[in-house]
Each structure stands twice: as structure tokens, then as C-alpha cells.
């Protein structure tokens, strides 16, 4: 790496090369590794069906239940803003639709791109504040170890170099655009290894609970 | 047999793993939130009660041995194993500190059912050896006794000459080609015999052709509870068998929650086979004797009261509404807990919790969540449909010194029918 | 040869005057210049003085694997100007489009400046070196490495003009056949200041030599040995247009509503962000317009590597992948190992069901 510039090269090419192909098949073994299982067929006579409360499941487990709403109000919502603006930031910011148009051929309208600024700045701060309740709460504090933790640095440090890059505040700009790209490309080779495979895997999770519950006449 | 082993349970975790378990394995992400719904950590405050922390011996296996990444990890040490000494710590969380009731599995945010890992990771524990001695008793006595509670048939026959004297009725017997074979939990039996006495009564006016198998009356099924089954099936199959052996249509799951579960959700995959008959809540059926007008009752209960809906028989049955619509037909200050119907809170002492006597202080304590429901309704009678919940609430209620009674809800159906004003 | 002796030993001053330019166009050019430098305008007396007085230096100009491109931005004008006159007042003893002289004449021309001047004659270097094979480049049968290594010997300083002297530029774009490097790849022991850009700017190359007149060394260099003044700043930075990147207002094609708007070109490959140049400030032909006010992204042409930084029309976020052409292969194999995964999963499951012995009453204690 002898200048900037090389090193914005380089994570632009190979090492996306790398992430991409490590991301692509570490998510398709993690997902076929839970799914080839299967389960056995109930035998048991069924109330209700599967398919429609599972499916119901998959989206109505987005909203959370009134009591869990009242005892836990920040990990609800600080869950919601930070998932949010997370997607907001990755998906609705022009030249990041640009890269995605580049690799996966789809495109779609974008935000102001100010308005996607003001929505990362909230987003990590809030991420901020999750890790203080991780730290604090008594009940994840508890449950949490370096796997929670490491999946909250490689999550924060794409949002954290990717607002330092927008407002240039590192020089000189390849730089920290490379370090931006850099970040993102660890998030993705770690994504497999761990419980990040969750943006994946709640569909299936979320659909068997439906599927279960449905099949004996409860809406989950 | 070669007795309890800690292989025996890594086996058993082995053959529990399937594609839910291991997509919600995949997908916890550690947020707590389902311990915000487990009475066991609300009401006592520690940690260690969360859902799916009781579940850690089962993670790992699932981690070190079905995951390649695990597997890698194991291989550089960075995985821990299963061991006895991690059992033995766990015993009372995954038995003490759960009643199966489900609710967790209503909340976790990404859709686990912790619930039903929580049932499959009790096969390892058992097969390890590592069960409370309450209820390692109560599945020997209901193997060998055909009851949890030790109750043997000559105690039953005594409960049913009480009734038929009392009532004029008859309690038909092993009679083949009946409809329905009533089943009964030996805490109905020993504790509640106004609920024998409420069939009698209800069966006799709506014409309902009923029986009940001096082979097999026993509901309750102690290996659902224990977490095996191998023993589970046993139970089951002695009711199967003499169903079967009658040819009656229906068998009657009575007001005892896991006993629903096993017979009516778990039997045929315990057998293998799907039943030559249906199984019907008791619920279930007075609602339609109910809804087609067999049921004719006058008079209600004019108590302010409530209904506390016993998990197995809503949350995880499906015995959504009859409760409710039988409620609305004899009583008229009926309101509902603000958690209520599929998110009622456990009474804390079903799936095997109320026959562990260590626990009792456990149980004792978490119910507090319960008293603040009522507390917070200011009712004057409780209404349930569980034989065990009405003993553990009974219990709880006079350790917080509330005076609440509980009723039975067929009990309480069996007493506003018009044909027996006396 | 006489002639141009007596020329050497005139001061820019004199030569100024006998070409017609009045005092107050010398002391105009010296403010504008102060200007552009960034200098207060207490400086341009000091300017005035020291340009008055300098002796002509010496230039050698060599010029290796290069377009002449650099040349033409330089030397190109309708109409005098007085960079233009600067430019004739240094003494350029040394020229391959330029001088009159050529061969051997034209070759002892430059020993006999380097040996004259020795420790005080600047190099301008335009062109990038090839070193995979000598023969790539020569002038006279000298290779340029060679002629390189001897010429900057006794120099004061180097400028690397262009990109190509400055970086490699377009010959060490992928794959390199020449193995071509930069100036300073090569220079070590000297002063260089890489003047890049391909062309670079004609006003920010007569800003350093107007520096190194007047304050006898080279101005203040960024990273990469570029002028920080005419350097150091994008033309995102600069650019006029940055309030639309700001608000996301993007033309997507070279004649859509955004592009006729002067919207931003960034989905059209503009490495604006990326890119350290004077060209949205100073801009070009004396001021007339650039690239991104005409309607075009900047190609980036003043950092390294520029040919190869992903493509003109590709915008800055796109990755230079082989692999998303391969996608479905990727996929594939993901299958493949997956299903594997799966299929080891299954088969631990079978054999523990096969190993199961059946729990009963009398096995619930451990037998130990």
C-alpha cells in the first residue's frame, strides 16, 4: 500500500472480491446447515393450518406484544431506530444503490442524501446507547460475551467510518473511504460466524413458531 | 438398562436437534426480552431464570457438533463442552425454573419458541440422570402404579360410588362403543371430585354417551413432564390402547393442562401413528353441547370474578374461546386480567414444577406475579380449568393471604344447570 | 551560442522590460500570483523584488514516455500572456518540442548548461521512466533512467510534470508492460515536487516556478509531494455543484432533466471526492470552464492511478470485481458445501436416534 489511493483499490477490488465470496458461502452453509434438518411431520389432527399463521407470524412478530413494550421500552425501540436507520443508511443512500446496482443488476430511488446523514447520526448515537444497556442491564449483561460484543464493534464501525467519510473528516479522502469499505468488508466476513446470521435466520425462526402455534389454532 | 449417563444425554440432545431448533438457535441474539416475560425472572430478578439461558447445555451441543464454524472453533478449544458438572448447575433452571408454559416464546423478537427447546432439551437432562427427585417419583409411581400421585383404581371406584350416590347417576364403566372415554388427573381425583360429579350431572342432561376405562383414566402424564419420552409414550399408549379397545369417537382431555398437551399434541408422534379416535377438551365439548343447545342452564354467578387460563390448555392448546363463551353463559361480572387469554401469566407450578418439593419456595415466590393480577382487578372469585393450577393457586393465595375462592369452570357450568335445582 | 550566453546573464527584470511589459503589468502578474499562492498581499512587494532580481535560472526539460501532452497545456495560448512570458525568461536550455537545436548539438547543450549551473539548474520531468527494458525509451541511445540518474546529479530541484512523471500515469496503468515508474521512485536525494494532473493546470505550474524564483525552494507539499496550495483540496471540496451530492440530486444519463439541470455527477463516474486539484477553483483555459461544469465527471486525473481506479463512468462506490460476474458459481458452491453441511447434520442426527437406548424408570439415576 504505497499511497491512498492503492489502498482504496485494493479493498474496492480484491478485498470485496474476498468478503463478497466468504459472505455468499459462510450465509448459505449457515442456512442450509439449519434448514436440510427438517422436522418430522406432526401427526398429530391440526386445529388451523401452517402456512397462513406462519407467514402471519413472520410479520405480526415485528410488532411487539404490549407487555414486553412496557417492560422493556428501550430495547424495543433503540432495537427499532438503530435496525431502521441502519437499512435507511445501507439501502437509500444513492452511491451506496450504485454499488448494489453494480453487483446485483437492481436498482431503486434513493433518499437526500442529507436526510440519510441525519438518520446515521441518530442511528449511532443509539447504537451508542445500545452497548451502554448491554453493559448495564442485568439481564444481558448476563447473557452477553465476546460474540456480543465483537457483532456490536463490526456493526458500529461501518456506521462510525461511513458518517466520518461523508463529512470527509479524515484526510486525505481515499483513505477513509478505504477504511469505510474496509469496515463493511469485516462485517461481512464475520456475518456467518456468528449470531448476525439472525437477519437471515428470524424468517425461519419466526415462521416455524407461527407454523407450531397455528397448526394447534394459535395465533403467535 | 445401563442407568442414567452423561453420553446417554449428549445422545438424547443429539437426536432432539432439528431445523427449528437449530433456526432459533441461529437466531438469538441475546436482547432478554423473554425474560421480561418469564415469571421466574420477573418476580425474582435474577438472570440466570432467562428462557433462553436455560437452554445452554443444548446450545452448545447444537454449536460444537452441528455447526461447521463450531465445529472449527471446538477444534481451536474455543468452545466449551457439556459436561456433569454443567448439567447438574442447570438441573433447576430448566426444571425448577420452568413450567413450559410458553409465554416466552409469545415475545422472543426474532420468533423463538424457547417453549418447545426448552421440552426437547429436558430428554438430555433426563437421560443424563439429572432430573429432581419429584418428579423422577412421579413417573416411577405412574409407570408402576399407573398414577403420578399413586391413586390406583380402587381409590377411584370409591370417588365413583361417592358421585353416584350423591347424584342418582350412573358413571358407565368400560362400555364399549361409547362416544366418549373420559380421562381424569389424579389431582382431580384426590383433590376436586366435584368435577366427576359436574360430568355426571352435565352428561346426563345434555345425553351424552360416555364412559370411563378402569385401564386407563389417568391423564396426567408424569414423562412429559420429566422430558422423556420413551416414557412419555408408555403413558400415552395405556390410554391409546384402551380407546382403542372401547372404540369410543372421542377421548376427554379433563381440566389438567399437560395432560391436553400429551394426549391431544404430543401422543400421536409418541406412538408414531395418528389415533383411531379424536381428542376433545372437556372445554371444547361443553362449548358445543353449549353452542347446540344440550346445555340449558339458568341463573348466574353474580360474583365479580375472573378467569385464569391455564397455559397449556390456551396459550399452548388452542382452547381459545370456550372458556369465555361458557363464562358469558353463567356468569355476569365476569372481567378479564389486563395479560389475559394467550397471554395470561402461569400459575408457576405446571410441567412437573408443583410436584418438586425443593421448588416450593421458588414456586411460592413467583407467584406473586398472579396476586398482583388479581390484586390489580380487585375480583372476588377466580375462575380456572386446571386441576394442578387451582392446588398451586389455592396454595399461593393463602401464602399472600388473599381470600379468593376458586371454582372449577365445569364445576361451575354443573351448577346453574336447570335440571338440577333441588 | 554568444546570443544566448548574454541572455543568461540578464535579470528577469531586465528581460521583462525589454520585452515591453510595464512595470504595472510585472507588479499585476506578482498580486495574482501572491493570490493564487495564497500569500498576503504584504508579499508581493517582496514577489516583485525577488522576481526583479532573479538571474534566469536554468531548466532542463526531459522529457520521457510521455504524450506531450503536458507541453502542449503549457505552451498553448492564443494570446500572450505573462505566464507565458515567465516561461520565456527561464533560461529553457533544454527541450525536445521546443528547442531549435536537435542530435548531438542539442545533447551537449544540456551537459554544458548541467555543468555550468551545476548545484543550481532546475529538472522538469514530464513522461514516466520504463524499467522492464531500457530499450522501451531512449533519446540519443540513452536510456531515460540513465539520463534521469545523471541529469538530476547537480540539480537544485526536480518537478515531476504530469502524472505520468508524477505517478506512472497512463503507461503504469494496468498491466504495465514498460514497468514503468515515477520521478520519485527513482530520485531519492533531491528535492521533487510532483506537479500532477494530465495535463496539470498551466497557472499552478508557473505558481511553483513563480515560488521557487521568488523564495529559492519549493512550497509546502502534501502526501503525495504536490503543492499544497494548488493540492489541497478535493473538488468535491471546490465544486460548485456539491450542493446537489448534498441534497442527492443526481443526473443518471448525459442528457436526462438532471444532467440539463447541472445536477451532480456522481452516479456518472465523477471522482470528485476522491480527486486533489485546482481545476474547480482556478479552472482552465484561463478560467473558461472544466470538466464538471461542462457537463463531464472529473476523471481524477491528478492522483495516482488513475486509469485504473475503476472505470471513467463508473461511480466511485462501484467495486472493481471480477467476482459479481461470477456470482452464480459462488452460489453454487455455497450450495454445494451447504448441503454437505446439512447432510453431516443429519446423518450425527441418525446415528444418535440409532444409538438410543430406551430411557426408562429404572434408568432416571446414574448408576455410579
Excluded at chain 1, 466520518?164 to 486525505?172: C, E, F, K, T, V
Excluded at chain 3, 436416534?353 to 426408562?360: G, L
Amino acid at each position: 500500500m504505497s499511497t491512498p489511493t492503492d489502498f482504496l483499490l485494493w479493498v474496492r477490488g480484491p478485498g470485496f472480491d474476498i468478503a463478497l465470496v466468504i459472505f455468499l458461502i459462510g450465509v448459505i452453509i449457515r442456512l442450509l446447515e439449519v434448514l436440510v434438518l427438517g422436522r418430522k411431520p406432526d401427526l398429530a389432527e391440526a386445529r388451523g393450518t401452517e402456512m397462513g399463521p406462519g407467514l402471519r407470524t413472520v410479520f405480526t412478530r415485528t410488532l411487539p406484544e404490549s407487555g414486553s413494550m412496557k417492560r422493556s421500552p428501550f430495547t424495543v425501540v433503540g432495537g427499532y431506530v438503530w435496525h431502521i436507520g441502519f437499512l435507511i443508511c445501507l439501502f437509500l443512500f444513492v452511491p451506496h444503490i450504485e454499488l448494489i446496482n453494480s453487483t446485483l443488476g437492481v436498482k431503486w430511488p434513493g433518499l437526500p442524501s442529507n436526510l440519510v446523514d441525519a438518520v446515521a447520526a441518530v442511528t449511532i448515537v443509539t447504537l451508542l446507547a445500545m452497548l451502554f444497556s448491554r453493559l448495564n442491564h442485568p439481564v444481558k449483561r448476563f447473557l452477553s460475551g465476546p460474540e456480543d460484543y465483537l457483532t456490536w464493534l463490526v456493526t458500529f464501525l461501518p456506521m462510525l467510518t461511513g458518517y466520518l467519510a461523508y463529512h470527509r473528516m479524515i484526510d486525505p479522502y481515499p483513505l477513509v473511504l478505504g477504511l469505510h469499505i474496509l469496515s463493511v468488508e469485516v462485517l461481512m466476513v464475520v456475518f456467518p460466524f456468528t449470531k448476525l446470521m439472525h437477519a437471515f435466520t428470524f424468517i425461519f425462526a419466526r415462521w416455524y413458531n407461527g407454523a407450531m402455534a397455528g397448526r394447534r389454532g394459535v395465533q403467535s | 438398562m445401563s442407568g442414567a449417563t452423561l453420553e446417554r444425554g449428549l445422545n438424547a440432545f443429539r437426536e432432539q436437534m432439528n431445523a427449528p431448533v437449530a433456526a432459533f438457535f441461529s437466531s438469538c441474539v441475546n436482547c432478554g426480552m423473554c425474560a421480561e416475560a418469564c415469571l421466574f425472572y420477573t418476580e425474582t430478578g435474577d438472570p440466570k431464570y432467562t428462557p433462553i439461558n436455560k437452554l445452554e447445555p443444548f446450545r452448545r451441543v447444537w454449536e460444537r457438533e452441528y455447526t461447521i464454524f463450531g465445529k472449527i472453533k471446538s477444534m481451536l478449544g474455543l468452545t466449551k463442552p457439556v459436561t456433569d458438572e454443567l448439567l447438574a448447575e442447570w438441573e433447576e433452571l430448566i426444571y425448577d425454573g420452568c413450567t413450559l408454559c410458553g409465554r416466552c416464546s409469545m415475545v422472543c423478537p426474532v420468533g423463538n419458541d424457547v417453549s418447545y427447546m426448552i421440552r426437547r432439551a429436558r430428554e438430555g437432562f433426563v437421560a443424563a440422570g439429572y432430573a429432581p427427585d419429584g418428579i423422577k417419583n412421579a413417573s416411577r409411581r405412574a409407570v408402576t402404579i399407573g398414577s403420578p400421585m399413586g391413586v390406583k383404581f380402587p381409590a377411584l371406584q370409591a370417588q365413583i360410588k361417592h358421585v353416584e350416590a350423591d347424584t342418582g347417576l350412573e358413571i358407565p364403566l368400560d362400555k364399549a362403543g361409547a362416544d366418549y372415554m373420559a380421562l381424569l388427573s389424579s389431582m382431580e381425583i384426590i383433590n376436586f371430585p366435584e368435577y366427576l360429579e359436574a360430568l355426571a350431572r352435565i352428561f346426563k342432561q345434555a345425553g351424552v354417551s360416555w364412559t370411563i376405562s378402569s385401564e386407563a383414566f389417568e391423564a396426567t402424564n408424569s414423562g412429559i413432564q420429566i422430558g422423556a419420552s420413551d416414557i412419555a409414550r408408555e403413558l400415552v399408549g395405556r390410554v391409546v390402547d384402551a380407546a382403542e379397545k372401547l372404540k369410543v369417537k372421542y377421548v376427554i382431555s379433563p381440566e389438567c393442562g399437560h395432560a391436553y398437551t400429551a394426549i391431544r399434541w404430543e401422543g400421536p408422534n409418541l406412538i408414531g401413528r395418528p389415533y383411531n379416535f379424536k381428542v376433545i377438551h372437556i372445554l371444547e365439548l361443553l362449548d358445543e353441547l353449549r353452542a347446540s343447545g344440550r346445555i340449558k342452564t339458568e341463573g348466574t354467578d353474580d360474583d365479580r370474578l375472573t378467569f385464569h387460563d391455564p397455559c397449556q390448555i390456551v396459550r399452548k392448546g388452542g382452547v381459545l374461546e370456550s372458556p369465555r363463551n361458557l363464562l358469558n353463559m353463567v356468569t355476569s361480572e365476569f372481567v378479564d386480567m389486563k395479560d389475559h387469554r394467550e397471554m395470561n401469566w402461569c400459575c408457576g407450578g405446571g410441567g412437573g414444577v408443583s410436584a418438586i418439593e425443593r421448588a416450593e419456595e421458588l414456586r411460592l415466590k413467583v407467584f406473586k406475579r398472579k396476586t398482583s393480577q388479581l390484586e390489580e382487578l380487585k375480583v372476588d372469585k377466580l375462575v380456572t380449568a386446571c386441576a394442578n393450577c387451582r392446588l398451586v393457586m389455592e396454595e399461593g393465595l393463602e401464602e399472600y393471604k388473599l381470600e379468593i375462592p376458586i371454582v372449577g369452570l365445569t364445576e361451575m357450568i354443573a351448577e346453574y344447570l336447570v335440571e338440577d335445582k333441588e | 551560442m554568444a546570443d544566448e550566453m548574454m541572455r543568461f546573464t540578464q535579470t528577469l527584470g531586465e528581460s521583462l522590460r525589454e520585452r515591453g511589459v510595464s512595470r504595472r503589468g510585472f507588479l499585476k502578474f506578482c498580486t495574482a500570483t501572491a493570490s493564487m499562492m495564497a500569500l498576503p498581499p504584504t508579499m508581493v512587494p517582496a514577489i516583485a523584488a525577488a522576481l526583479e532580481k532573479a538571474r534566469r535560472p536554468s531548466v532542463i526539460w526531459l522529457s520521457f514516455q510521455e504524450c506531450t501532452g503536458c507541453t502542449e497545456s503549457l505552451t498553448r495560448s492564443h494570446s500572450p500572456t505573462v505566464e507565458n512570458l515567465i516561461f520565456d525568461h527561464i533560461s529553457l536550455d533544454y527541450h525536445h518540442t521546443l528547442q531549435a537545436a536537435a542530435g548531438e548539438a542539442a545533447e551537449a547543450a544540456r551537459e554544458a548548461a548541467m555543468h555550468e549551473n551545476e548545484g543550481k539548474y532546475l529538472v522538469v520531468v514530464d513522461g514516466s521512466i520504463p524499467l522492464a527494458n531500457p530499450g522501451f525509451s531512449t533519446i540519443a541511445g540513452v536510456s531515460n533512467l540513465q539520463m534521469l540518474e545523471e541529469t538530476v546529479k547537480g540539480a537544485a530541484a526536480v518537478v515531476a510534470v504530469g502524472t505520468c512523471a508524477a505517478f506512472g500515469g497512463l503507461p503504469h496503468a494496468n498491466p504495465n508492460p514498460t514497468g514503468a515508474v515515477s520521478v520519485s521512485d527513482i530520485v531519492k536525494d533531491k528535492p521533487v515536487v510532483n506537479v500532477s494532473g494530465c495535463p496539470p493546470i498551466p497557472t499552478v505550474i508557473t505558481g511553483v516556478l513563480a515560488h521557487f524564483l521568488t523564495f529559492g525552494e519549493l512550497p509546502e507539499l502534501d502526501h503525495l509531494g504536490r503543492p499544497m496550495t494548488f493540492y489541497g483540496q478535493s473538488i468535491h471540496d471546490r465544486c460548485y455543484r456539491r450542493p446537489f451530492y448534498d441534497k442527492g440530486l443526481f443526473a443518471e444519463t448525459f442528457d436526462d432533466e438532471g444532467a440539463r439541470k447541472g445536477w451532480c455527477l456522481y452516479r456518472l463516474g465523477c471522482k470528485g471526492p476522491m480527486t486533489y486539484n485546482a481545476c474547480a477553483t482556478t479552472r482552465w483555459n484561463q478560467g473558461t470552464s472544466w470538466p464538471v461544469e461542462s457537463g463531464h465527471g472529473c476523471l481524477g486525473c491528478s492522483e495516482p492511478n488513475f486509469w485504473d481506479t475503476g472505470g471513467f463512468y463508473n461511480a466511485l462506490s462501484i467495486p472493481d470485481s471480477d467476482i459479481t460476474r461470477n456470482i452464480g458459481a459462488v452460489v453454487a458452491g455455497g450450495v454445494v458445501l451447504g448441503a454437505a453441511a446439512g447432510a453431516l447434520n443429519r446423518s450425527k442426527r441418525a446415528s444418535a436416534a440409532a444409538k438410543h437406548e430406551t430411557v426408562t424408570i429404572d434408568d432416571l439415576d446414574k448408576t455410579s
